[in-house]
Nanobody, 114 residues
Framework: VQLVESGGGLVQPGGSLRLSCEAS????????MSWYRQAPGKEREWVGY????????RYAPAVKGRFNMSRDNAKNTVYLQMNRLKAEDTAIYYC????????WGQGTQVIVSS
């Protein structure tokens, strides 16, 4: 199983970013996907979830209404659209699959700063 996150970067407060996670090594459409994040000095925390068919999503209270997950099963890719970013969204973002719970990618860093 391989998970490759991309799309992070430096953005000003109030800005937007779209993260991508390309998966391989398993049948992507069989499993749910989630995003997690880990801020400096903090535990990794769950950000959001999308069902295998993309019809159901759930979000952590801290990001609900600002972040949106989607997936393209034909491309084995899950996305995280992040809007109205805040300084507290600064973290390394990771994707996760229910098909291989112990697998993690290298993450992609998001820095929200003016």
């Amino acid at each position: 199983v391989q998970l490759v996150e991309s799309g992070g970067g430096l953005v000003q407060p109030g800005g937007s970013l779209r993260l991508s996670c390309e998966a391989s090594g398993f049948t992507f459409s069989d499993g749910s996907m989630s995003w997690y994040r880990q801020a400096p000095g903090k535990e990794r925390e769950w950000v959001g979830y999308i069902a295998n068919n993309g019809l159901s999503t759930r979000y952590a209270p801290a990001v609900k209404g600002r972040f949106n997950m989607s997936r393209d099963n034909a491309k084995n890719t899950v996305y995280l659209q992040m809007n109205r970013l805040k300084a507290e969204d600064t973290a390394i973002y990771y994707c996760w699959t229910s098909m291989s719970p112990n697998s993690w990618g290298q993450g992609t860093q998001v820095i929200v700063s003016s």
